[in-house]
């Protein structure tokens, strides 16, 4: 919302010398936050000229300029700038004639841009200024010739200050406005609460005693909805005015253009820019009729099938079911509380207006502004909702002003349908307010602040009954007026106290373990990314499960990117789709991770065919079964990515590339992080290359993957041959998990170190046989890495040589060599037992 500051100042006292910054200093107090700051940016000298002679001289260019002598100063006098009163300008505008008054712009002076004026040489002549048109001074987009002032209804004297006369040196405030209060959708309801912020004195501009016109039979409207939504009518109050023989070729006064201006509404007609001078003044939507157009009464009703409109924009439009119209004999004239029909609008023929203010259901005018993509002022405010004893002093002063502006005659008495119902008494319990602010209000203060809000109270048993304002339905409940009173007393009384958190509470054992491990991989090197959710069918079925087949996935009602439609069910996508935008950036060395929610539903069921309930009312307990079983399961994963170099090239040291083995290690880190022991298996996956692909299990259960892309799918996504991955389920790798682990004992005792190497046929898994020589050897074997894999000669055809580094320590004792050998020698004879291994020679 924009408020011009001369036309708050009208309602409530600002305080002598206030700039735009103590006024949203002010308002900032009382919960309206600061925006913008809006000025014409136009200084001077701009005055009042008179067009005395002028010269039209073609150019060799094909232009007609008119080299014009202007008065600037009375005669006699100086002008503004210093100079002579009569001034020589060239203008390139055709639309003026000798005794113009018109805007000068004097050397010196600055127009919006900006754009500085001087004296300047063109066209043959020194032009002393120019000759400004609406566009230039800012007061609207016509650019098509000078502006006479005559247009504006202003005959002011030669040399008289423009900038003051045209409202120039006005500025104004924006704020932003929360749903809750639509009421400061308008002068009246800021200039209210500035009041609240600075106790300056408010005069409300609804309850002038010349806006309480007598109701009678006006003219005739009934409200007929049949299909209310949520059973709320979408009408509640109808009222109407009659202005008869007005002239609507009369131009908009200057200080309303300005004011509308500034306020962000363009300036269109004098009968229309009235009606929208009000809405921002009262917060009362208006629209203006064409009387003599109407056919019949009014009727307020719901649109039937295929019925159309034709609305001010020019747009044939086919309305719902749902719609709200305003309709007379001939069918739909407008859309209620959202835009008018074209047949009816006010034109510059137009003498006879009817005024329509009216009080619209907020969630009708909410859905029919949505379902056209129609948003307009109007809407906006009725969707936040409108005072509903407002609309007959609205009306009232709209023909008002048609009377003193254009020169109508209003009928006597103005038509109202409808009776709004008054607000519910909130009982608000005896230091409730103290209690759940945290501050010690006096008596006074919870009543004082009340009554300042417009509420009304009386007392009861232990409590204060407070009826909310007309204007404010925002306030339902106690809660509410508890946040009213630590409003207007002032958010500065409330203590800034840091929360405790109550014993024994703080992260689930998930929640920790989930950061332990994103932590864990961010430590390492590992960069942590956020994706889209969103997937193609093709990447959802390569990357979603390791075997061949199409993998069930949910598609989304109205998806971002129709590319895209599907919920992942993986999380490789996303790491490859930003490693490739930030390879294209130049970063060769990537290591990415993410954990982020995956969607696995299961084939066949439908999901998300469940009906919503109503939005008013709460869900029963069988609604909220049929929910959550309309919801599939959401898995949470971590997903790896690592391509480039592991260890960079420098002096002394080669480049080492990244792959299979640094996917593998990244397992072991979030192993390690959620203190699991991961099964490494040699796997396959129809995505990933054949032989650099681990299968993981935890307890006999897989639960992931990790190996490399297959590099033509690398090549295909940009990325370099070489791209390691790895994909976990985390939750089933915490299923799997005790419910809390320790760290491992660090022995204080000398360890023994041997090597055993054991050639065993090349089908042998390798991690199957370090588990045998582990088991084999017992409680004394600390550790035990593979650290050589050899299929080369001196081996029989079919067999490999695993080798592996063994470290023996007892927690008692130092252990000696034999009891370190017979160790290993248990371990290869378990390895013999299972595999046929033995020991190479």
Same mark, same amino acid.
């Given at each position: 919302?924009?408020? %011009?500051?001369?036309?708050?100042?009208?309602?409530?006292?600002?305080?002598?010398?206030?700039?735009?910054?103590?006024?949203?200093? &002010?308002?900032?107090?009382?919960?309206?936050?600061?925006?913008?700051?809006?000025?014409? @940016?136009?200084?001077? %000298?701009?005055?009042?000229?008179?067009? $005395?002679?002028?010269?039209?001289?073609?150019?060799?260019?094909?232009?007609?300029?008119?080299?014009?002598?202007? =008065?600037?100063?009375? @005669?006699?006098?100086?002008?503004?700038?210093?100079?002579?009163?009569?001034? #020589?300008?060239?203008?390139?505008?055709?639309?003026?004639?000798?005794?113009?008054?018109?805007?000068?712009?004097?050397?010196?002076?600055?127009?919006?841009?900006?754009?500085?004026?001087?004296?300047?040489?063109?066209?043959?002549?020194?032009?002393?200024?120019?000759?400004?048109?609406?566009?230039?001074?800012?007061? #609207?987009?016509?650019?098509?010739?000078?502006?006479?002032?005559?247009?504006?209804?202003?005959?002011?004297?030669?040399?008289?200050?423009?900038?003051? $006369?045209?409202?120039?040196?006005?500025?104004?405030?924006?704020?932003?406005?929360?749903?809750?209060?639509?009421?400061?959708?308008?002068?009246?309801?800021?200039?209210?609460?500035?009041?609240?912020?600075?106790?300056?004195?408010?005069?409300?501009?609804?309850?002038?005693?010349?806006?309480?016109?007598?109701?009678?039979?006006?003219?005739?409207?009934?409200?007929?909805?049949?299909?209310?939504?949520?059973?709320?009518?979408?009408?509640?109050?109808?009222?109407?005015?009659?202005?008869?023989?007005?002239?609507?070729?009369?131009?908009?006064?200057?200080?309303?253009?300005?004011?509308?201006?500034?306020?962000?509404?363009?300036?269109?007609?004098?009968?229309?820019?009235?009606?929208?001078?009000?809405?921002?003044?009262?917060?009362?939507?208006?629209?203006?009729?064409?009387?003599?157009?109407?056919?019949?009464?009014?009727?307020?009703?719901?649109?039937? !099938?295929?019925?159309?409109?034709?609305?001010?924009?020019?747009?044939?439009?086919?309305?719902?079911?749902?719609?709200?119209?305003?309709?007379?004999?001939?069918?739909?004239?407008?859309?209620?509380?959202?835009?008018?029909?074209? =047949?009816?609008?006010?034109?510059?023929?137009?003498?006879?207006?009817?005024?329509?203010?009216?009080?619209? @259901?907020?969630?009708?005018?909410?859905?029919?502004?949505?379902?056209?993509?129609?948003?307009?002022?109007?809407?906006?405010?009725?969707?936040?909702?409108?005072?509903?004893?407002?609309?007959?002093?609205?009306?009232?002063?709209?023909?008002?002003?048609?009377?003193?502006?254009?020169?109508?005659?209003?009928?006597?008495?103005?038509?109202?349908?409808?009776?709004?119902?008054?607000?519910?008494? +909130?009982?608000?319990?005896?230091?409730?307010?103290?209690?759940?602010?945290?501050?010690?209000?006096?008596?006074?203060?919870?009543?004082?602040?009340?009554?300042?809000?417009?509420?009304?109270?009386?007392?009861?048993?232990?409590?204060?009954?407070?009826?909310?304002?007309?204007?404010?339905?925002?306030?339902?409940?106690?809660?509410?007026?508890?946040?009213?009173?630590?409003?207007?007393?002032?958010?500065?009384?409330? %203590?800034?106290?840091?929360?405790?958190?109550?014993?024994?509470?703080?992260?689930?054992?998930?929640?920790?373990? =989930?950061?332990?491990?994103?932590?864990? $991989?961010?430590?390492?090197?590992?960069?942590?990314?956020?994706?889209?959710?969103?997937?193609?069918?093709?990447?959802?079925?390569?990357?979603?499960?390791?075997?061949?087949?199409?993998?069930?996935?949910?598609?989304?009602?109205?998806?971002?990117?129709?590319?895209?439609?599907?919920?992942?069910?993986? $999380?490789?996508?996303?790491?490859?789709?930003?490693?490739?935008?930030? *390879?294209?950036?130049?970063?060769?060395?990537?290591?990415?991770?993410?954990?982020?929610?995956?969607?696995?539903?299961?084939?066949?069921?439908?999901?998300?065919?469940?009906?919503?309930?109503?939005?008013? &009312?709460?869900?029963?307990?069988?609604?909220?079964?049929? *929910?959550?079983?309309?919801?599939? %399961?959401?898995?949470?994963?971590?997903?790896?990515? +690592?391509?480039?170099?592991?260890?960079?090239?420098?002096?002394?040291?080669?480049?080492?590339?990244?792959?299979?083995?640094?996917?593998?290690?990244?397992?072991?880190?979030?192993?390690?992080?959620?203190?699991?022991?991961?099964?490494?298996?040699?796997?396959?996956?129809?995505?990933?290359?054949?032989?650099?692909?681990?299968?993981?299990?935890?307890?006999?259960?897989? +639960?992931?993957?990790?190996?490399?892309?297959?590099?033509? /799918?690398?090549?295909?996504?940009? /990325?370099?041959?070489?791209?390691?991955?790895?994909?976990?389920?985390?939750?089933?790798?915490?299923?799997?998990?005790?419910?809390?682990?320790?760290?491992?004992? +660090?022995?204080?005792?000398?360890?023994?170190?041997?090597?055993?190497?054991?050639?065993?046929?090349?089908?042998?898994? !390798?991690?199957?046989?370090?588990?045998?020589?582990?088991?084999?050897?017992?409680?004394?074997?600390?550790?035990?890495?593979?650290? @050589?894999?050899?299929?080369?000669?001196? *081996?029989?055809?079919?067999?490999?040589?695993?080798?592996?580094?063994?470290?023996?320590?007892?927690?008692?004792?130092?252990?000696?060599?034999?009891?370190?050998?017979?160790?290993?020698?248990?371990?290869?004879?378990?390895?013999?037992?299972?595999?046929?291994?033995?020991?190479?020679?």
């Amino acid at each position: 919302m924009r408020v %011009p500051l001369s036309w708050l100042a009208e309602y409530v006292d600002l305080a002598p010398g206030s700039t735009t910054e103590d006024v949203h200093a &002010a308002l900032v107090k009382v919960g309206l936050e600061e925006e913008d700051v809006h000025r014409f @940016d136009v200084t001077g %000298p701009v005055v009042v000229g008179e067009v $005395l002679e002028f010269v039209d001289e073609p150019q060799k260019n094909g232009k007609t300029i008119r080299w014009c002598q202007v =008065r600037v100063a009375p @005669d006699g006098e100086l002008a503004a700038d210093g100079g002579q009163a009569i001034h #020589g300008v060239v203008c390139g505008a055709d639309n003026f004639f000798v005794g113009d008054k018109v805007v000068v712009t004097l050397p010196g002076a600055v127009l919006p841009g900006p754009f500085p004026i001087a004296a300047r040489k063109t066209y043959g002549h020194v032009s002393d200024g120019m000759i400004a048109s609406t566009r230039e001074l800012g007061l #609207g987009d016509e650019h098509d010739g000078i502006l006479r002032l005559s247009t504006l209804g202003v005959d002011a004297e030669v040399g008289t200050d423009a900038i003051a $006369l045209l409202g120039l040196d006005d500025a104004a405030v924006e704020i932003n406005v929360t749903p809750d209060r639509g009421y400061a959708f308008s002068i009246r309801g800021v200039a209210r609460e500035y009041s609240h912020a600075t106790g300056a004195a408010f005069r409300d501009p609804a309850t002038r005693k010349e806006l309480n016109t007598p109701v009678g039979d006006g003219y005739p409207v009934a409200i007929d909805d049949v299909a209310p939504i949520r059973g709320r009518q979408g009408a509640s109050v109808f009222a109407t005015r009659v202005v008869r023989g007005v002239d609507a070729s009369r131009p908009t006064p200057p200080w309303m253009v300005s004011r509308l201006k500034l306020a962000g509404i363009r300036s269109i007609s004098l009968l229309v820019d009235i009606t929208n001078y009000v809405m921002l003044e009262l917060g009362q939507p208006i629209h203006g009729y064409d009387l003599d157009r109407l056919t019949g009464g009014i009727v307020v009703r719901r649109a039937v !099938a295929t019925e159309t409109l034709e609305t001010l924009d020019g747009q044939k439009r086919a309305l719902d079911l749902e719609d709200l119209l305003i309709t007379d004999g001939s069918g739909a004239i407008g859309l209620a509380g959202v835009m008018g029909g074209a =047949r009816t609008e006010m034109s510059a023929e137009t003498t006879n207006v009817l005024i329509e203010a009216a009080n619209f @259901d907020p969630v009708s005018i909410a859905r029919t502004a949505r379902r056209h993509k129609l948003p307009s002022e109007a809407s906006r405010r009725f969707e936040r909702g409108v005072d509903p004893r407002i609309a007959v002093a609205s009306a009232a002063r709209v023909a008002e002003l048609m009377v003193s502006l254009a020169g109508g005659t209003a009928d006597a008495v103005a038509g109202v349908v409808g009776d709004p119902a008054e607000p519910e008494a +909130i009982r608000f319990p005896n230091g409730y307010v103290s209690a759940l602010i945290g501050v010690d209000y006096t008596d006074e203060e919870i009543r004082g602040s009340l009554e300042e809000i417009g509420a009304t109270i009386a007392d009861s048993d232990g409590a204060l009954l407070v009826t909310p304002p007309s204007w404010r339905p925002d306030l339902a409940d106690k809660s509410d007026l508890a946040e009213e009173v630590a409003r207007i007393v002032g958010y500065d009384r409330i %203590p800034s106290v840091l929360p405790v958190a109550p014993a024994g509470r703080g992260l689930t054992r998930s929640q920790r373990i =989930r950061r332990t491990v994103a932590d864990t $991989l961010a430590a390492a090197g590992s960069t942590e990314i956020l994706a889209f959710p969103f997937l193609g069918a093709a990447d959802n079925n390569l990357y979603g499960s390791p075997s061949d087949g199409e993998v069930p996935a949910i598609k989304v009602a109205n998806a971002l990117d129709a590319s895209a439609p599907y919920l992942r069910t993986t $999380l490789l996508p996303g790491l490859i789709e930003a490693a490739k935008r930030n *390879l294209a950036r130049g970063l060769t060395d990537l290591s990415l991770f993410e954990v982020g929610l995956v969607f696995t539903p299961e084939a066949g069921r439908n999901y998300g065919q469940v009906e919503l309930p109503s939005g008013v &009312a709460l869900p029963t307990d069988g609604q909220l079964a049929e *929910l959550n079983a309309g919801i599939p %399961p959401q898995p949470r994963h971590i997903g790896v990515l +690592i391509l480039g170099n592991a260890v960079a090239k420098q002096p002394g040291q080669p480049a080492v590339p990244s792959g299979i083995a640094d996917a593998l290690a990244a397992v072991r880190q979030i192993g390690l992080a959620t203190g699991a022991t991961i099964e490494v298996l040699q796997g396959s996956h129809k995505a990933l290359h054949p032989g650099r692909t681990a299968e993981l299990r935890i307890g006999g259960r897989p +639960i992931g993957f990790a190996g490399e892309l297959l590099p033509q /799918l690398a090549l295909d996504s940009d /990325l370099p041959r070489v791209v390691a991955v790895v994909e976990l389920d985390l939750d089933a790798l915490l299923e799997s998990t005790d419910a809390s682990f320790t760290a491992g004992v +660090i022995g204080t005792l000398p360890a023994a170190t041997q090597d055993l190497s054991l050639v065993v046929s090349v089908e042998a898994p !390798a991690a199957a046989v370090g588990a045998a020589v582990r088991e084999g050897a017992g409680s004394l074997l600390e550790d035990i890495r593979l650290v @050589d894999d050899y299929r080369g000669s001196g *081996l029989s055809d079919g067999t490999k040589s695993l080798t592996f580094a063994l470290r023996f320590r007892a927690p008692d004792r130092t252990l000696t060599a034999a009891e370190a050998s017979e160790a290993k020698l248990a371990g290869s004879a378990l390895a013999a037992e299972r595999f046929g291994a033995h020991i190479r020679d």
